[in-house]
């Protein structure tokens, strides 16, 4: 659904940690997930999408994790860089709309 | 990948006056384009769904008279806020799926900050 007038949510994190950032969907029917990072003043980039069939999806140094109980997605960041300071998005693909819905978003500070 | 482009990147405009903002797909034919809002600090808001050679569909609460979109080919969209006041200032931001592909596979652009005085 919408987010409406919320402050991002923050995460800092050491330069060579590991990131979580975590996500609450809306709609138990949504069927696709994607993952974005947007930098200041940028468009959104796609970083890792998962299907509702799977409940774990790895890339390069990214997983996302889906728990379709409780209508949960996360990110994981292995060895967190300053390049992945952003904010990053989840959005889902419901059912029977045709556009996405974006989550409330999370800043993400990595300290060097 | 596919290459979406927004111009201008910046604007600043007089309260009353309409800004042009054009989204295009550069390698890719697009017969949908999304138009997004984006306030500082929030998500992404979709204002409305651009329509090769139809009408676009705008979300509930959002002025299709105040936010005209023109869909006029197949890799170009505008956005334009007539008669712009200073809670019109944002973050426009356009998407657009590969022609053939899944709506929700889509590429964005880099945004065009609106400021109106």
């Known amino acids: 659904g919408e987010n409406v007038g919320l402050h991002l949510p923050t995460l800092s994190v050491q330069e060579g940690d590991n990131s979580i950032i975590n996500c609450a969907y809306s709609?138990?029917?949504?069927?696709?997930f994607i993952w974005y990072k947007q930098e200041s003043g940028k468009g959104p980039q796609f970083i890792i999408d998962?299907?509702?069939?799977?409940d774990k999806r790895q890339g390069q140094r990214v997983t996302v994790l889906l728990n379709k109980t409780v209508k949960h997605l996360s990110l994981q960041i292995a060895a967190t860089q300053p390049g992945d300071s952003a904010v990053y998005f989840c959005?889902?693909?419901?059912?029977?709309?045709?556009?996405?819905?974006f989550g409330t978003g999370t800043r993400l500070t990595v300290i060097p | 990948g596919a290459v979406v482009s927004q111009h201008p990147s910046r604007v600043i405009c007089k309260s009353g006056t309409s800004v042009k903002i054009e989204c295009r797909s550069l390698?890719?034919?697009?017969?949908?384009m999304f138009w997004y809002r984006q306030f500082p600090k929030q998500s992404l808001m979709l204002m409305a769904t651009?329509?090769?050679?139809?009408?676009?569909?705008?979300e509930q609460g959002v002025e299709k008279d105040k936010f005209l979109i023109n869909h006029a080919s197949l890799t170009l969209s505008t956005l334009t806020v007539t008669s712009a006041h200073p809670e019109d200032s944002s973050f426009y931001i356009c998407?657009?799926?590969?022609?053939?592909?899944?709506?929700?596979?889509?590429?964005f652009g880099p945004g065009t900050r609106l400021t109106v005085t």
């Open positions: 998407s657009a799926p590969v022609s053939g592909t899944e709506f929700y596979e889509q590429y």
């Open positions: 709609n138990s029917a949504s069927d696709y």
């Open positions: 998962i299907r509702s069939n799977m």
């Open positions: 959005a889902e693909n419901q059912p029977g709309a045709n556009n996405l819905f």
């Open positions: 390698d890719f034919q697009a017969t949908t």
């Open positions: 651009s329509n090769e050679g139809s009408k676009a569909t705008y």
